[in-house]
């Protein structure tokens, strides 16, 4: 007799309904906005990232709709810490059996430290280090997650003031993300998020004769980076042995389906709820579903994994 | 997906010293209430409602208020602009006999609704206040329509003085409307709302504004609490039994970095 299929999982210890992610930048903004996507079907909220001081983000345009996907500049707009955690909290209120992750943006070890002690204090939780902005390079410099050293001072303060689980969130612009999965894992991250926005890149007006973005360029998501981002998880699946949340270009069953299947624990799914609407968590958990009929498996843990990579050498 | 368009101004209306109309001859295809993202790509990018809506061209009405709108009253025709959409949700056209309340800068929205309307063989009664004559606008749209129409302003600059609530109130106890559609600032609807709430039966859609960036449903935020609709993608017209529900209707609303402002 088949058993009953159920999407359910656990995530460092907290129990989820569906391995959905909502990851960060994505309606995570406000605390109904987070619960209109859980009531579509999303498992796991992920707040926007959140900053020390609040931040208007950069003019529009700041995001550009192209057939591959989108291009944002967002600029990290967001209440700062103390306004964000109260979204989360008002959140919590509402819904305490969901997890959230607070993610948090900071250019030093220090800041990072300050804003976890801020989230020790509220319901998150997971803290997510978002180490991979591409869209504020003019003002910060480049991505914190292209450098071993920063990688590990950044973690290993963090994780000695945080009280909840720690996340690093990893940029899949360097040319070894799987050494900064190696070395976020060393410096005692207890999970991994990749992979933030692709590029930068640009598109062009052709009548005005000028970028379309604000701030000229901007990360790259959706259906285009898909395949990057199911090789960073692999790759990275394939040397770490903490849970990866696999994110970028997830928009229907199937590539839920490939992003477990290549190492990841949850799936994030970001850019396609502009294209596939709200209805697209529902969408993907009846894909992630009809999946495991089709196999007669009766949860997402029999989904098969890939053989690692040094194990086919 | 929704394309970007970059095309000349066809031609500028000044409405009033402060509002304009900025016509594009281009085929929108927009329903009523929806509206476009515009942008000269130097000054920012800004949602405004459609004001006019033909086969031929559209058009947007606005009042300057800061940096992006004051950049673009130093435009000509001829100058390009770029938009997308149109975005968002439209009033839904039900009704027989209709009332149209509008306040200020918000009442041309209503002008194309009211169009379509007539159209399909609707009554409409038309109220537009404003704060001052340098803000009430489309009068003679309206009343080349050939329906009642009814102005007023605060300062009483045609004899009477006072609020488009003021007159739809009277206009509420002496008619038999079945539907009613109001488009002003959120202070305004929200005296319309209690003013609804004595008529239980009567069905009614407002068209909202609040901070909006992407305008395609995934920065978050334009939701309104507590529902956690977004006002670009499920609004920015909303059925009165979602109002019903809003609680920071009225209240307030959040800015650029998606902190809450009261209004007062
Ligand atoms: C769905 C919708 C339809 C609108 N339709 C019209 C219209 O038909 N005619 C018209 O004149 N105005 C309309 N507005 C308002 C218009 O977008 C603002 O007046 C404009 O953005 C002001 O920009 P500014 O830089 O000149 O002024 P600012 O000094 O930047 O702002 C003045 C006011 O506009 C609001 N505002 C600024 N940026 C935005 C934004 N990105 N999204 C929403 N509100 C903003 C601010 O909260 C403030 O209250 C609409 C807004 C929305 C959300
Ligand atoms: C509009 C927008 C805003 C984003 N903001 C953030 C952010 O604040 N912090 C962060 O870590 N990632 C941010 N991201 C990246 C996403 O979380 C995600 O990693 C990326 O978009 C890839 O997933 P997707 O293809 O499903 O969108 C943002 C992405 C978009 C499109
Ligand atoms: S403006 Fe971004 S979700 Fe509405």
């Known amino acids: 007799m088949k058993g009953k299929i159920s999407l359910s999982t ?6 989820t309904k569906s391995p959905l992610v909502l990851p960060a930048g994505i309606m995570g903004m406000t605390w109904s906005g987070m619960r209109y996507v859980i009531e579509n079907g999303c498992g796991i909220i992920t707040s926007k990232s959140l900053t020390l001081e609040s931040r208007s983000g950069h003019p529009g345009p700041v995001v550009a709709e192209f057939a591959g996907g989108l291009l944002n500049c967002m600029g990290l707009c967001n209440p700062g810490i103390i306004d964000g955690l109260a979204e989360i909290n008002d959140f919590k209120k509402l819904m305490p059996e969901i997890p959230v992750i607070a993610s948090v943006f900071a250019t030093t070890a220090e800041d990072f430290a300050e804003l976890s002690r801020y989230v020790n204090d509220s319901k998150s939780d997971f803290l997510e280090l978002n180490l991979s902005c591409p869209n504020v390079m003019d003002e910060f ?6 450098s071993k050293e920063q990688v590990t001072d950044i973690v290993k303060l963090v994780k000695k003031v945080s009280k909840i689980p720690v996340i690093a969130k990893l940029s899949p612009n360097v040319t070894n993300l799987s050494e900064i999965a190696v070395t976020a894992e060393a410096a005692g991250a207890d999970a991994l998020c990749m992979i933030n926005t692709l590029g930068p890149g640009m598109l062009v007006d052709i009548d005005l004769v000028k970028p379309v973005l604000s701030n000229r360029t901007g990360g790259v998501s959706g259906v285009c980076v898909k395949p990057i981002a199911l090789r960073a998880v692999y790759e990275s699946y394939s040397r770490v042995t903490i849970p990866i949340i696999g994110t970028g270009g997830i928009a229907s069953g199937s590539d839920a389906v490939e992003m477990l299947m290549s190492g990841a624990s949850l799936v994030g799914v970001g850019s396609a709820v502009y294209a596939g609407g709200i209805e697209v968590f529902n969408i993907i958990n009846q894909g992630i579903a009809e999946y495991l009929k089709k196999h007669n498996y009766t949860n997402i843990g029999q989904i098969p994994r890939l053989e690692k990579l040094h194990e086919q050498a | 997906m929704s394309r970007r368009n970059t095309i000349a101004i066809a031609r500028i209306v000044e409405e009033t010293p402060t509002i304009r109309t900025f016509y594009f001859d281009y085929d929108l295809q927009a329903k009523p209430g929806q509206f476009i993202m515009l942008t000269d790509l130097a000054n920012g ?5 459609i004001s006019e809506c033909e086969s031929d061209q559209f058009g947007v009405t606005i009042k300057k208020l800061g940096k992006f ?15 997308r959409g ?3 949700s439209s009033f839904s056209l039900k009704g027989n006999n209709i009332l149209l309340t509008g306040g200020g800068y918000a009442t041309p929205p209503l002008y194309y609704l009211c169009k379509e309307l007539l159209r399909k063989g609707a009554q409409v009664t038309v ?4 704060r001052t004559r340098d803000d009430l606008v489309f009068c003679e749209r309206f009343e080349n329509l050939g329906l009642e129409y009814k102005k007023i302003t605060d300062a009483g600059c045609f004899g009477r003085a006072g609020t488009s609530v003021d007159i739809a109130r009277e206009l509420l106890s002496n008619n038999d409307y079945d539907m009613v559609y109001v488009s002003g600032p959120e202070l305004m609807m929200k005296a319309m709302r209690e003013l609804l709430q004595s008529y239980p039966g009567l069905n009614y859609e407002f068209l909202f504004e609040r901070y ?3 305008a395609i449903g995934i920065c978050g935020n334009c939701t309104m609490d507590p529902l956690g609709i977004r006002l670009c993608v499920e609004g920015p017209v909303l059925a ?6 809003l609680t920071e209707f009225g209240e307030y609303h959040r800015n650029a970095a998606g902190k809450k402002e009261y209004f007062k």
């Open chain 2, 240 to 245: 009165g039994h979602q109002v019903e529900k």
């Open chain 1, 10 to 15: 656990e995530f460092l210890g907290k129990k």
């Open chain 2, 86 to 88: 149109a975005y968002g």
């Open chain 1, 141 to 146: 410099g480049l991505p914190l997650a292209g």
């Open chain 2, 127 to 130: 109220v537009n206040g404003a």
């Open chain 2, 45 to 49: 990018e800004k949602p405004f409602s």
């Open chain 2, 69 to 83: 709108t004051s950049n673009l009253f130093e435009k000509q025709a001829g100058d390009l602009l770029s938009f």
């Open chain 2, 212 to 214: 909006m960036k992407c």
